[in-house]
């Protein structure tokens, strides 16, 4: 397998000479003014003024859309204020079309406001905590009456605002123009009130975290350096007092004063309240540094010439200045980019660029591509590159004229030059040995022994494969697929079928030699599927008869991934393995694994092991799948252990998924398992991808968290990305940083389509920069930091005992936190906890990931369970960890049927549940619909057809779909949600108090762990506690 020619071609790998590479690209450009070449106000980047706006040409299909004036305003670029200062009033008076929602809150009836004053008096808490520069905050009496009038009418039109200390996810009750940041405040009262929630160790037991062994408060004050996540994690702190809370033996005692669960943020509250706000909206990208709605929030896109928040989102849309401030507040730097994001019907697909034989046109020095920050000069001429400054010659076929503004006159026929996200097409350069990549192919290898024989699974998939196959995903405009396709089965040896389509009958040639794979047949094994239809259909018939027979309980799978690999090689393509397989490969052969799962590990220094793949063959492969584009997906049926850990190794490395059916059985799996199998097959994938992320000059990414590859520290290698997968990218400093010119992250990645087009797509964003730190945390965006934690941590435990690693997240919590108390917030008594507004519910996230089976350190999860979520997270997006560790829980049983918005979901935590209620959670892997005991007999009867909860079997897994209103809604919203997620999942039905409720008990992640680990209640106390001593 040779990679030469490709390593080396321009686009990624050809450092400048005396440039060293990447790095050498920064700081070392011309001290020439970025902007503002023509003398007018710095342009962060080019949207048309008001007034101004061509009329769009409507010429070529790679026109992009006509910009919407009325979300423009010049001033916005410059300072970078929030779009919500210029932007027209909200369309949606809340109080009106909202209201009724509220109804079905858990605090019923009342509007945010007033019942964030009744919180406060209920925890005796002051008024939130003036802000710095700020007038008192409004009389709580005016609030309470007009709780939604906070969007100050005139300031349309009138762009010089006074730069308050806005942030644009206050909540509408939290915020006016005037008032002050809003901060949430933990009183004296109710914490003394609680004695010491958190005395120590807590006692061992069940529901407990393991003693730490540390004492119960360790010397005051925190060691200056703590432990930051990324390449390496520092140690556990000495002396932190211990460091995880666990279950609070002293919340249980008798004399406490009960604290109300409503006092404190909810994420249900902060998402519905960004719904209120941005919910139906455009969001034009068009002003740097602007903070996206929340990813829970429908809105559309516009592009303007900054990314869409599908493709990148980030930690902070204003990075600090300097490196010292970044350290200083410990919220990491990092985006979080889906390349493939899925876009919605209502916007468009990317445009695509083609320069001919020119390719796209880059900076010589730094290598990035054309696009909206490249300034043009000299007439058009030349241009200034945005991230290295360096001075370009426009190439003569790309000359244009500037207009007066400075700006070249076909600015909105070039997506190029208007847009945050575009594709080239990329010449022969970026194509591997200079020659076009011919159409990826899928080969379905199915593992034939005994088990998954004897389960039906076999057949099951060479049925379904049979229409599946009709729908193999195409490229847009294509009549047919271009995607080849090969079918191999095995258990300890190999079989491979040459299904050309001149054959009247499939043919099958065993491979016995697993040492040596090789493939037995070249011509007929891939193939067009519309081509061969009938032979394959044939030998998906054959194939579970052929078998049927056959005792072979063992299995081999280095060998079958080896297989795959080389059919590729000897065909010259990239694609995707489909494997389905049952057990641990303990046939002898390469790859050969044995069990070594051991729970004594568990919450020893060699628990990282269980985490650890088994070295040598497996990594070897992935590195060779990676070179070749071989993107592994694996379908694991396990009846016990099967060393996840090391079988996801290439999975996880070559932008594959991993779908996990313990003890599959046909009737309660086999659906569950096919939808995931249909939604794989039919993603929107690109294969054989190198990405690479430049910046402006400043800073850098230096770590990289994904289903990915690196073989050095700035290429991103991806044998495939789907529309699922995100990397995760920290960005650390290396100069300072200007306010004025802000900062700048272009992501290219290389890539070959579904029908084996070579591409460069790339996405742009552009970020503030300020010296101020309210700046940062106003700009904080709470689902990609916990992403980005959630990863680093899950990277982390590889080489930490878990315990050290919770105490790090802890201890970075409390520090963010701290910096803003003490940085931004303005004085106030030490007893009160005041949290960022967009940070607000950053600790309920926080405290969920550290239960997660990954961090928690118990006997009872099975390791592999625990490998396989650890291997999910690391490429997942924000959507997908936000959803994971904020399960939606929605209450059922009083859905209103005329109503087309699902009920709003409730926050995770007992309490809310009813003993004669019906609850749907689900969190993108796991589904159930909870029933209480008291549920009337009529529900019942509506959803199950059943006269009572007695009469329900305890396997049911699907509900029926029967000829009533209710039965219907329930089943459009379980439908509806299923459909939308990445993955399918299980429907559970629990009964309240049955065994099975635990399972559902575990998402509940606002009570104390079922495998330990602190309510959230006692995690913000606990972290009160930190932050306080921070401080002192
Ligand atoms: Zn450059």
Known sequence: MSQQGYVAAPPYSQAQPGMGGYQGGFGAGPAQPLYGHYGGPPQAFNAPPTGM?????????????????????????????????????????????????????????????????????????????????????????????????????????????????????????????LSPPPTMTMAGPPMGGMGSPFPGPPPPGPGGFQPSGLGPAGPPGFPQQAGQFGGHMAGPQPGMPGAFPGAPAALAGPPQKKLDPDSIPSITQVIEDDKVKHGDEIYSTNIRGQVPPLVTTDFRVQDQGNASPRFMRCTTYSLPCTADLAKQCHVPLASIIKPFANLPANESPLYVVNHGE????????????????????????????????????????????????GRRVDFYERPELSLGSYEFVATLDYCKNNKPPNPPAYIFMIDVSYNNIKSGLVRLICDELKTLLEKLPREEGAETPAIKVGFVTYNKILHFYNVKSALAQ???????????????????????????????????????????????SETVFAPVIQAGLEAFKAAECSGKLFIFHSSMPTAEAPGKLKNRDDKKLVNTEKEKTLFQPQKGVYEQLSKECVAQGCCVDLFLFPSQYVDLTTMADVPSHTGGSVYKYSNFQMETDGEHFLRDLRKDVQKSIGFDGIMRVRTSTGFRATDFFGAIHMNNTTDVEMAAVDCDKAVTVEFKHDDTLSEETGALVQCALLYTTISGHRRLRIHNLSLNCSSQLSELYKSCETDSLINFFAKSAYRAILNQPLKSVREILVNQTAHMLACYRKNCASPSAASQLILPDAMKVFPVYMNSLMKTAPLVGSTELSTDDRA???????????????????????????????????????????????????????????????????????????????????????????????????????????????????????????RQKDKPEMLFRQFLVEDKGLHGGASYMDFLCYVHREIRQLLT
């Open 358 to 405: 020119s390719g796209p046109i880059r900076c010589n020095r730094c290598k990035a591509y054309m696009c909206p920050y490249m300034q043009f000069t000299d007439g058009g001429r030349r241009y200034q590159c945005g991230f290295c400054n360096c001075v370009n010659e426009v190439p003569a076929f790309y000359f244009q004229h500037l207009d007066h503004m």
């Open 506 to 552: 499939p043919q099958m040639m065993v491979v016995s030699d697993t040492a040596e794979m090789f493939v037995p047949l070249l011509d007929g094994f891939l193939v067009n599927y519309q081509d061969s239809k009938a032979v394959i259909h044939n030998l998906l018939n054959q194939i579970p008869d052929m078998f049927a027979d056959s005792n072979e």
């Open 53 to 177: 706006m061509k009329s769009p040409v409507s010429s070529a299909a790679g026109m992009p859309p006509p910009p919407v004036s009325t979300h423009y305003n010049p001033n916005a670029q410059q300072n970078g204020a929030h779009p919500q200062r210029f932007a027209a009033p909200p369309t949606v008076p809340y109080s009106q079309s909202q209201h009724p929602l509220y109804n079905n809150m858990a605090s019923p009836g009342l509007p945010p406001a007033q019942q964030l004053t009744n919180q406060m008096s209920a925890m005796n808490l002051g008024n939130y905590a003036p802000g710095p520069m700020q007038s008192p905050p409004p009389p709580t009496s005016s609030v309470t009456q007009q709780p939604f009038q906070t969007s100050p009418p005139p300031v349309m039109g009138q762009p010089q605002m006074p730069p308050g200390p806005q942030s644009p996810h206050m909540s509408p009750q939290m915020s006016s123009p």
């Open 868 to 990: 396989h979520q650890r291997l999910s997270v690391m490429g997942m997006g924000v959507e997908d960890t936000q959803l994971l560790l904020y399960p939606r829980l929605i209450p059922l049983h009083n859905v209103d049927l005329n109503s087309d918005t699902p009920p709003l979901p409730l926050r995770c935590s007992e309490e809310r549940l009813a003993d004669s209620g019906m609850f749907l959670l689900e969190n993108g892997h796991f589904m159930f619909l909870w029933l209480g005991q008291a549920c009337p007999p009529d529900l019942i009867q509506s959803i199950f057809n059943l006269p009572s909860l007695a009469h329900l079997q305890g396997n049911m897994c699907a509900l029926p779909e029967l000829d009533n209103p209710l039965s219907r809604k329930v089943g459009s919203i379980v439908n509806g949600l299923l459909e939308k997620r990445p993955n399918s999942m299980k429907l559970h039905i629990v």
